[in-house]
């Protein structure tokens, strides 16, 4: 592989001198691959410096271009905005509707797509009324089509005529969908008439009073915020420094007696202490009612009484020795 020339030497030092002062910047840096190729007149070309995302050339500064397409002159949106100083920007425009060229009159089907200059041409209100301009492709005709905010619809300006295929409800006895005209249509004054004497009598019987209690309330607690402001936040402090007391004595019974942090203790009063009394009284009498179940159910497990059950059995055996002398006594008289 052959040498470089001095010239190229030289331009390849600038350019990597330009892409390290310029990373300082925080500029993107710059990965240059270096091509040579044979030429006839000095056996090599000079090199090409390619940029693996972007080239950012030797003379470019951030803070004064603020961009590449800045720098180098050009639009974001590229050939779309080669007439933006007109107002005019290039955008796909879809028809909505079938037309007729008016220039070779030729059918156009609903659908087709058309780049289109697009231009704000007036308001209807706070909405923008935009002007589509396009090229017919059979022939060198133009057509424009506007939007109709105030019929939410599209309509032929010039240059086509629309096909219609629209149905009009009216027409077959029903309402009109975007009836923006006013209504001609003569109303009967009674009704009329008493539509008004019932609002006048809905503002004065319930708007107008309510409206009035409403200020009132308003300068009640606006009269004087400070002074208000004032009384509530005493409170909150008095409140707070009660809170603040009964929290240390509960937390000083807690560990006097060791118990649990989480147990709420409740407040020390006649009511309490009577709560406490009966729930204690209702303990105990469960308690003995349990003790007494206990008893009762030891001594039937442990069986009869050992005394009682010799007398038992003493008695039976005089009363069996009885019988047998009578017994005896009758046989002996047969």
Known sequence: ?????????????????????????????????????????????????????????????????????????????????????????????????????????????????????????????????????????????????????????????????????????????GFAIHDTENNSATTDPLIALEKSTDAHKHLTNVQIPRLESLQDLSDHYNNDPYARSAIVRKHFRAEKRVEAAKRADDDRIKGRYGLPETLKLVEDSDEARNEAREEWERGRRHLEEQSSIRKARLSSSAGPNPAASLRERVLGNMYNSKLVEKRVRKLGVR
């Open 1 to 173: 592989m052959g040498r470089l020339l001095p010239q190229e030497v030289h331009h390849v030092v600038r350019l990597l001198q330009g892409a390290s002062a310029h990373s300082t910047h925080s500029v993107t840096s710059v990965s240059l691959q270096c091509k040579a190729s044979p030429t006839k007149e000095s056996g090599f070309r000079s090199s090409q410096c390619l940029g693996f995302n972007k080239y950012y050339p030797p003379d470019y500064d951030g803070e004064k271009h603020k961009s590449l397409n800045a720098y180098r002159g050009k639009h974001a949106l590229g050939d779309r905005a080669r007439k933006l100083d007109k107002g005019i920007l290039i955008t796909r425009f879809e028809l909505p509707f079938n037309i007729w060229c008016g220039t070779c009159n030729n059918h156009i089907g609903m659908g087709v797509r058309y780049n289109a200059e697009k231009k704000k041409v007036g308001m209807y209100y706070s909405t923008p009324i935009y002007s589509f301009r396009c090229k017919c492709h059979l022939c060198d005709g133009w057509f424009e089509i506007q939007t109709d905010p105030k019929n939410t619809r599209y309509v032929v300006v010039s240059g086509a005529r629309q096909k219609d295929e629209e149905w009009n409800p009216e027409e077959n006895g």
